[in-house]
């Protein structure tokens, strides 16, 4: 409902009022008592700091990532039932890595490392990792093969049986096969949403509708804001109709010495009909 109003709305002003109207509306109703939260449970991890949370809705249960405290070293993934906080299965990790951006599948998580090194020039390649959700036994480990990707810099989506990865030094997307645990496609730019039969995905200002072989049917470039720093930011789909955000940020330079004189930003919210890829 917000994105509708924000696509409906002529100028940036008529956004920012908007917006600002629906965090006044929020604030209300947390001083008003309408948003109140009691706690059912808690669970403690004296040794280690929580990185990551997601909930498995399927088995009940609330899985948890941790980072290593710079006296431990090492850190772990827990599986918590949602009822009582019991810990159903725990995972250890290597000494100084943690798990990093955690991805739900049907029966497997998944999920890459966050390296804790203590020597600071090492470099460690950041691979897929999966392991089984019933009790936390590894299942595979999956590292690119081509040298100019570096390693995974994150995991951006589960669908089926594939896991889409962001490279960490090529920034581009890659469709991983969780049953051969090889590299299915490839394209550049980011994953924004998964469809039914494929996939969204952005590249700077452009948007593209992706089949389930990375091949793009559709797509569409926003003609606005037009500057090379503009990349899409948030993106929901409802119903037939996808809202989105694109912002920009740019500098003016001064004319004697070429330096920053000020910093610029701007945002701009679309409607984009999910089917025919039209502006709305």
């Not at 109003?5 to 002003?13: C, D, F, H, S, V």
């Not at 009822?83 to 890459?112: H, V």
């Not at 593209?208 to 470039?221: E, S």
Request: proline share 2%; glycine share 6%; charged share 30%.
């Amino acid at each position: 409902e917000l994105y509708g109003l924000l696509a409906k709305a002529k100028t940036t002003a008529e956004q920012s009022k908007i917006l600002n109207n629906y965090r006044g509306g929020l604030e209300a109703a947390d001083r008003e008592g309408q948003i109140n939260l009691q706690e059912v449970w808690q669970a403690a991890f004296a040794d280690e700091h929580v990185q990551d949370v997601l909930i498995d809705s399927k088995r009940g249960q609330l899985i948890v990532s941790t980072s290593p405290r710079e006296e431990v070293k090492r850190a772990g993934i827990y599986a918590l039932d949602l009822k009582d906080g019991k810990q159903c299965w725990s995972a250890p990790m290597k000494k100084n890595q943690s798990a990093f951006i955690m991805r739900l599948g049907e029966s497997a998580m998944f999920f890459t490392t966050d390296s804790h090194s203590e020597n600071e020039d090492h470099y460690r390649q950041k691979s897929v990792y999966a392991i089984d959700l019933e009790n936390g036994q590894s299942l595979w480990k999956w590292l690119p093969e081509n040298e100019d990707d570096g390693g995974v810099e994150r995991i951006e989506g589960v669908s089926d049986s594939l896991v889409l990865a962001k490279s960490e030094w090529s920034s581009r997307l890659l469709a991983l096969n969780t049953k051969t645990q090889k590299e299915a496609w490839r394209t550049n730019g980011s994953l924004q949403a998964i469809l039914d039969d494929g996939f969204l995905v952005s590249n700077k200002r452009e948007l593209l509708w992706l089949d389930k072989n990375g091949l793009v049917q559709k797509k569409v470039k926003f003609p606005f804001p037009k500057k090379n720093e503009s990349h899409i930011n948030n993106l929901f789909v409802l119903n037939d109709v996808i809202y989105l955000s694109v912002y920009a940020f740019w500098h003016t330079y001064t004319k004697k010495d070429f330096s920053v004189s000020k910093d610029h930003s701007q945002v701009v919210f679309y409607a984009v009909g999910r089917y025919d890829a039209k502006v709305r």
